[in-house]
């Protein structure tokens, strides 16, 4: 028993064999995230960085970090003492409201903080593309610097073509000048 297919059917058969390599080769070729970002990279760093920068800021790594350490100091503070008299006493006597103070200077430890900036981190994408724009200021310096010594080169041959042509003139002014000289200078008889 044989079976006979129908040419539409063929058609068919070959249409859903050509729509399932369609798909198969779409899937694939398809691309990661990682991929497409790398590729973005690769066609432009300043707008990925910026884009990154953008929505994905380093703000604890901005600030510095700190370490705060307390220590005692010795100051010398003026504490009253009233019934201690020594050398470094000093002493004030008040006559009109007959007051008799007694001053003296004791060292006393105090705390003092210290406040100490140990490391300081900077945002990689900002350092992008302040490197990608010295890059495109260095490119444009370049084709500048090129242009400006065409220009040079070229003004000076125009430069030493002016000086030929004014040689020239100044020939044909001499020849000019001869030929008048010699015409006033020379009696013609008639």
Known sequence: MTHKINPQSQIKIVWLMLLAIIVIAILAGCTTAEKLLNKAEQKDPAI????????????????????????????????????????????????????????????????????????????????????????????ANEKLQAANDKLTVKVARKNKENWIWRAIALCLLAWQGWKLYRRFTTIKLR
């Open 48 to 139: 990925v960085a910026k884009y990154a920068r953008d929505k994905y800021p380093c703000t604890e790594l901005l600030r510095p970090d700190t370490s705060i350490v307390y220590r005692d100091s010795l100051v010398l503070v003026e504490i009253e003492c009233p019934e201690l008299i020594e050398p470094t006493t000093i002493v004030k006597i008040d006559t009109v409201n007959n007051v008799i103070t007694k001053t003296i200077r004791v060292p006393v430890n105090m705390p003092i903080r210290t406040q100490t900036i140990t490391k300081w981190y900077e945002d990689s994408a900002k350092l992008k593309l302040y490197d990608v724009a010295l890059n495109k200021a260095n490119t």
